[in-house]
């Protein structure tokens, strides 16, 4: 029902974006509605240098009029303001070949040389401009739209830390304070590991090292019956897994307690329904993170993920040059030390456009009026059943 396709390199002009069957008659400003999430995505302790010379913003191409979509498809633009200083590298007219700034040295973690290989390229540049997380920009702007989409249905969304280098920070999710995330250099309620976590960030930039982390993102206000438990590909964990973990650097995902879960006797892990209590089944805890049978069940939709450090090493690893196939030391620009809080926001966006997708898949609509009508007729069927 939604769909999102997106193009651009990280040094290149611009990164472009183009997100397919928005209901029309949805109020959509950039600068309030899609901007706000990529300076999220930019912030948080341990990024570097890149981040200075961005200040991501969004310049809204077609499917928007007067402030609200028309239904047609909706193509946003977040330029590169680096690119000015890559023309030559970036342009895409022959010449000025050998191109400068060409790297052969592949990074243990990166794309590099299993893309360098699938691809037939010996300058890697041709591969990391597009595998670089840069590309999680066009990401976060196509998710906030499905944001956006979530809200006139009244769903929440929230992204925050779990864990940073190894050091927990979860603090307990409390909506209430949900405002104080975009205070936290690291989008944490735990104040206290904050100071610690920097530290930690602080001494592998020291080391050249990097660090990675476990981030959440998780939903409230969920319709029951998003996804379904009929078919495969219908579940709706099973979608956002899928999602989350195409996000650069991540490792593993669980919705709810997932991992912790597959330790504990059955008796401490499923959500015991204790009664039943203004039009809804109340339960003791919410151990599925919202889902049961890949449909959810109304409480907050919870996922995480598991990033891995970042690969680009300012100490690098050992590797192998693919010219000259002898030993060497893996390439390094800039880097940052860490993106797990970016992160966050890029694993928000890709659940979001997930929901938004099972959201109209279950309403329909080529209206946002359409869709609030059917939304709020379901609640109503809730609160009754
Ligand atoms: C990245 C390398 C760095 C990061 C970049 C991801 O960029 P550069 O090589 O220009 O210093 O800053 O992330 C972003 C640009 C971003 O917007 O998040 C990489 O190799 O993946």
């Given at each position: 029902m939604l769909r999102y396709l997106s193009a651009g390199e990280s040094h290149g002009p611009s990164l472009t974006v183009v997100v397919d069957g928005v209901p029309a008659g949805l109020e959509l400003v950039a600068t309030e509605h899609i901007d706000p999430w990529l300076r999220r995505r930019q912030g948080g302790y341990g990024r570097g240098q890149r981040m200075v010379i961005e200040s991501d913003t969004a310049t809204l191409l077609g499917g928007v009029r007067a402030g609200r979509t028309t239904g047609a498809p909706i193509a946003i633009a977040v330029a590169n303001r680096d690119n000015a200083n890559w023309r030559e590298v970036m342009d895409p007219l022959p010449g000025n070949e050998p191109r400068k700034r060409a790297l052969t040295e592949p990074r243990p973690g990166h794309a590099d040389l299993p893309g360098g290989i699938k691809y037939g390229h010996k300058d890697l540049r041709d591969v990391l401009e597009r595998a670089s997380?840069?590309?999680?920009a066009s990401r976060v702007a196509a998710g906030a739209v499905a944001l956006r989409l979530l809200e006139v249905a009244g769903i929440e969304g929230c992204a925050r830390v779990i864990s940073l280098g190894g050091i927990p920070c979860d603090g307990g999710m409390d909506w209430s304070r949900v405002a104080e995330l975009d205070e936290s250099p690291l989008r944490t309620f735990d104040r206290e590991a904050e100071e610690r976590i920097m530290a930690r960030i602080d001494e592998a930039k020291e080391q050249g090292d990097t660090l990675g982390g476990v981030v959440e993102a998780r939903f409230r206000n969920v319709p029951v019956g998003l996804g379904s438990y009929t078919q495969w590909d219908r579940k709706l964990d099973g979608r956002l897994a899928q999602a989350v973990m195409s996000?650069?650097?991540?490792?593993a995902c669980e919705i709810g307690d997932g991992w912790r879960a597959s330790g504990l006797p059955g008796s401490e892990v499923h959500d015991a329904i204790v009664g039943r209590e203004g039009g809804r089944y109340l339960r003791a805890t919410n151990r599925a993170g919202g889902l049961e049978g890949g449909v959810t069940n109304g409480e907050d939709v919870v996922v995480r993920a598991a990033m891995k450090p970042i690969a680009t090493l300012m100490r690098p690893l050992p590797t192998v040059d693919v010219v000259t196939h002898g030993p060497a030391d893996a390439a390094r620009e800039r880097s940052d030390v860490t993106a797990v809080p970016a992160a966050s926001i890029v694993v928000l966006a890709m659940a979001a456009l997930v929901l938004a997708d099972a959201l109209l898949e279950k309403f329909g609509g080529d209206t946002v009026r359409e869709l609030q009508e059917r939304v709020r007729a379901h609640r109503e069927y809730v609160a009754d059943y």
């Open positions: 997380a840069r590309e999680t996000v650069p650097a991540m490792k």
